[in-house]
Nanobody, 130 residues
């Protein structure tokens, strides 16, 4: 069993910054990739960023091109925590942000697909006001 707990979401004004955290626990926690997704009201869950956690993935980082200049994913293996630093936030960034872990062999080729991730957190709400 793997537990993922997100934190850091809150109401922020446009142009502001937030850092989301995802703390993982569980004896079986050994993902190949950790990812962040988001889901806005009435929209499908979408990929935001991912980072290699161990093994051959190393510390490779993956982003949606439209967010790459504003968002940064990072990790602290000692704390089993992954972060998402979000700068220059826009109202369209408003969503519930989810942390996810994948241990599949194929995730490195399909890291944007939510179906590759088997463990999910409960989400943290980010609201950006204009």
């Amino acid at each position: 069993q793997v537990q993922l707990v997100e934190s850091g979401g809150e109401l922020v004004q446009a142009g502001g910054s937030l850092r989301l955290s995802c703390a993982a626990s569980g004896r079986t926690f050994n993902p190949s990739i950790m990812g962040w997704f988001r889901q806005a009201p009435g929209r499908e869950r979408e990929f935001v960023a991912a980072i290699g956690w161990s093994g051959g993935s190393g510390g490779a980082k993956y982003y949606v091109d439209s967010m790459k200049s504003r968002f940064t994913i990072s990790r602290d293996n000692a704390k089993n925590t992954v972060y998402l630093q979000m700068n220059s936030l826009k109202p369209e960034d408003t969503a519930v942000y989810y942390c996810a872990a994948s241990s599949t062999n194929s995730v490195r080729y399909h890291f944007t697909s939510s179906s590759e991730y088997g463990d999910w957190g409960q989400g943290t709400q980010v609201t950006v006001s204009s």
